[in-house]
């Protein structure tokens, strides 16, 4: 008879522990789907919202300053030629008028050797001829210049003087009587009007000359102008390129930094136009989520080994309640008839309690493996802690290790994933009992934080500590000071990742030969860490 009983009695805890691990898996499995589907819908929409904006690309920018460039450089250029060409202009008519300014006085010294010494007056006609042919030929471009009014005058008074000129060759040499009158008379119109051809010409080109003069001062300064301002659109062009490019550099830096420190929030639109970092965003959301189901994958598996590291002691644990369940049992069938009511009854009490026992310790193992997305609410991390120590309490009988925990009374809560943050509490003790020697002490307090509405959990050892030169690479992903199969060197990096997303650090203070402390601040309910669902995206570019 006692055969059957003891193999019935040994598969039902079995079936217990595989029907609970059944739906623990279903569970975790149906968590784990939905929260990639959160993910997946959540880079959806940023995917979306950065496609959706106007394009203004940096090559966009680019061309447009160089046009901006090209077309000022055009202008200058154009400005340039008119300016040289009104420049040519009025040095062309200057010329035409020290022609016709030097024809014109050519005729007065004709003139004047005529009246003094009474030589040739013809020869002075040529050259009133010449400065006739000079206004001819030379018309258009008088006449743009000086205006009508001015070249008929100039025409006017050089016809008129040719005429006053062949007047006195007709009265020939006549000096005496009434001729001699008229004569005299008429060398004074001659000169007087020699005099004023030559006064209109000087003035004309006096005023020419102030007038090139300023044009090119106009010109010199509107050059100038012209060069500052190509310098300064060059230079804000460029800044403002520099800048956009630069910033966007810095921006993908900060990402970068934030993804290593364990933040996967996605990068949504934070300008009104998309350019060629847009490509990159959706690279790096991408990278994200393939980054975060990885350290999911890796999160799991630290949390697989630390069930393996509890499973020599929980066996150990749950032996002690069967044990008792079946020599109760036997002690029940073999003393049945000589037992009275009382007995059989106080009998079964302790098997139903030792059966509770060993369900719970299914239970603590099972909820510590359990893996579902975020859950999460106001935690007593005070009673979070007690829980976890609990449950490593077989590690530390086997080690020999005494463990003090203090807390701080009416602490506020906090607000976080308690399956996370048990995992975390868990993995720094069993790191803190590695490092401790049998029979050492281990000593867990949580406290207010130097830091306003923070709290700390200090986990401290007293074992050997770290060497200085490794304390500031313990946190590297795959880093571990344990011995080779003893440790993976993922449970501080990826405590380090779930405490930053809860908002809070995670330090380490060690001297050698007096032990190690690790101390782990989060924030209040009043003060929640930003891990809901809408940090998973949030407007950073």
């Known amino acids: 008879m006692a055969s059957p009983l003891h193999l019935k009695q040994a598969k039902a805890p079995n079936a217990m522990i595989e029907a609970a691990q059944e739906k623990t898996e279903d569970a975790a499995g149906q968590g784990a789907v939905n929260t990639r589907h959160e993910r997946a819908r959540d880079f959806e929409e940023a995917r979306k919202a950065l496609l959706a904006r106007p394009g203004f690309s940096v090559r966009a920018q680019i061309y447009l ?3 901006l460039v090209f077309l000022f450089t055009l202008i200058t250029v154009i400005g340039l030629l008119m300016s040289i060409y009104e420049v040519d202009h009025k ?61 008929n005058q100039m025409l ?30 008429l060398t004074d119109e001659v000169r007087e009007q020699g005099q004023n051809m030559i006064s209109l010409a000087a003035e004309l080109a006096l005023k020419e000359r102030q007038a090139l003069t300023k044009t090119i001062s106009r010109a010199r300064r509107m050059h100038i102008y012209f060069l500052l301002a190509l310098l300064a659109i060059m230079t804000v062009n460029s800044f403002i390129l520099a800048r956009r490019v ?93 037992t009275d009511d009382e007995e059989r009854m106080d009998m079964m009490n302790d098997v139903v309690n030792e059966a509770n026992r060993a369900k719970a310790i299914i239970a603590n193992l099972l909820d510590f493996a359990r893996e579902s997305g975020s859950q999460l609410a106001p935690l007593d991390v005070a009673e979070m802690l007690k829980d976890t120590i609990a449950l490593a309490s077989n590690r530390l009988k086997r080690s020999k290790i005494n463990i003090e925990f203090s807390s701080t009374d009416k602490l506020p809560r906090v607000h976080g994933d308690s399956q996370q943050l048990r995992q975390v509490f868990l993995n720094l003790i069993l790191n803190a009992i590695d490092a401790s020697q049998s029979g050492g002490n281990i000593t867990v307090t949580v406290l207010p934080a130097d830091e306003p509405h923070y709290i700390a959990v200090k986990v401290i050892d007293y074992g050997t500590g770290i060497p200085k030169h490794i304390l500031g690479s313990i946190f590297d992903p795959f880093f571990t000071t344990k011995s080779q199969g003893k440790g993976t060197g993922l449970g501080l990096s990826m405590s380090q990742g779930i405490i930053t997303k809860h908002g809070g650090q995670i330090r380490v203070f060690s001297q050698e030969g007096h032990g190690t402390t690790f101390t782990v601040t989060l924030p209040v309910t009043t003060f929640p860490a930003k891990i809901t669902e809408e940090t998973h995206m949030s407007p950073l570019y």
């Open 65 to 67: 300053g160089f046009a």
């Open 91 to 151: 040095v062309r008519f200057l010329e035409t008028v020290n022609q016709y300014l030097i024809e014109i006085e050519q005729a007065r010294r004709f003139e004047k050797n005529y009246f003094l010494y009474g030589t040739n007056l013809k020869d002075g006609l040529e050259n009133v001829s010449s400065a006739n042919r000079i206004l001819d030929s030379n018309k258009e471009q008088i006449l743009s210049i000086t205006g009508e009014n001015v070249y």
């Open 156 to 185: 006017s008074n050089l016809k008129e003087y040719e005429v006053l000129i062949n007047r006195l060759l007709a009265l020939g040499d006549a000096w005496d009587g009434s001729e001699a009158h008229a004569k005299e008379a």
């Open 246 to 338: 630069l910033d966007r550099i810095e921006q993908y830096k900060t990402f970068a930094q934030r993804i290593a420190s364990g933040d996967y929030t996605l990068i949504t639109p934070k300008r009104s136009y998309r350019d060629e970092f847009t490509e990159l965003a959706l690279a790096v959301n991408q990278m994200v989520l393939d980054v975060e189901a990885r350290e999911e994958l890796l999160i799991q598996s630290h949390k697989l080994r630390a069930v393996g590291t509890l499973t020599a002691g929980v066996a150990h644990e749950l032996n002690n309640p069967i044990n008792n369940i079946m020599i109760t049992g036997h002690m029940f069938l073999e003393d049945y008839e000589s």
